[in-house]
């Protein structure tokens, strides 16, 4: 049943969903007017807040694209192919495919959202080469288990008010993890995820005759070329020697990193999956043919994350985001006020995407609300933590990296994700307003 009701919304995004360039300029559009309209804002106040925050994103830009090529060039070593490969086999069917790359996602994205986003993505290709199943809806499925990531261990919002010195010390303290992450009411959210997520996938699994399948030969990567291997240059680009080096000089850090208590983050990710590509590759001229295939994928996050970035100025600046807010709360009550945070977190995160940023916009706002009315201030920051991660399903923001390793476009997983991000909300809102 849950196929037949998916079967519209996908075709519905298939025909009406833009690339998702198309998309971030259409929202800078809507946000200049709003923002003149709405706040009152001089076209040029506004054109100064988008151009001066343009580059604001210029680091994380340039980690999501990391984010991608490690990544990607780890996954192409012969032995992590061989690991995924393995662990696709469990798979003898498209339901348990769509099942096992759902909990994995899930999994991966509880602990940290930029190693879920890579490994979702890596292994639902895995799975294309063992199973005959719809590709677009396992690509989904594994981006669909992105919707935990700010309820785990790298959220941004509870790691942030658990950090002495946090821009709202001062209002709330310091509030430790055990209180937001390792709650009883997070925990018990994101165990009933663990559970719908992957069911309700499986349930949306096309009949064969509406499945869009892809040959796994499609799935390969491009062979490296032949070398005469007659030049000393050559020579240096099919010696292991220099690889090995460098690379596990890089292990060497991370060992020493992680024994003097260092967690992960998106640096961290980022490095872990350069320096194994560099040692699991063996030479020099494999990770460089690797690295030609994986860059291609990369220029959506080149040429978007900057509009992102701009977008994200003129709703912060223009006051815009706050006004969003504050009118969604504004009905709220004492027993409404974490299930209004958790609705105007998932609107603002359309435009603001970014778990940061989005806590930066709304505490002013929903804190004095929040004291006003006497709410556990725990849960309303978990509130907007779980709105911030809830509309991601679809955004392209986050999909990016996804879609660039899987060779999809957005219009290809979004109707799926549109089920997804309606079911999804309907838990984490019951369970913020009766938990």
Partial sequence: MLSSVAKPFVKLVERYLPDPYIFVLLLTLVVFGAAMLVEQQSPMMVFSYWGEGFWGLLTFSMQMLLVLISGFML????????????????????????ILVTLVSLTASWINWGFGLVVGALFAKALARQVRVDYRLLVASAYSGFVVWHGGLAGSVPLTIATPGHFTEAQIGVIPTSDTIFSGFNLALLAILFIVVPLVNRLMLPAD???????????QDTPLPESDNTRPADKLENSPVLAQLVGFAGLAYLVQYFVA?????????????????????????????????????????????????????????????????????????????????FISAGIVNIFVPSGGGQWAVQAPVILPAAFELGVDINKVAMAVAWGDAWTNLIQPFWALPVLAIAGLKAKDIMGFCLVQLIITGIIIGTVLLFA
Wanted: hydrophobic share 55%.
């Fill in 75 to 98: 996954a192409s070593t012969a032995l992590v192919k061989g690991l995924l490969d393995k662990l696709a086999t469990l798979a003898n069917s498209a339901g348990k495919a769509i």
């Fill in 209 to 219: 005759k509406d499945s869009v399948i892809v040959e796994a030969n499609k799935l």
């Fill in 261 to 341: 208590g260092g967690g992960l983050n998106l640096n961290i990710v980022n490095f872990l999956f350069l320096f194994l590509a560099i040692i699991l590759h063996g030479t020099p001229k494999r990770l460089l043919h690797c690295l030609q295939q994986a860059i291609q994928g990369g220029a959506g996050i080149i040429i978007q994350f900057p509009f992102y970035a701009g977008i994200m100025a003129v709703m912060v600046q223009s006051g815009l985001a706050a006004s969003m807010s504050q009118w969604l709360i504004s009905f709220s009550s004492a027993d409404t006020l974490a299930l209004f945070s």
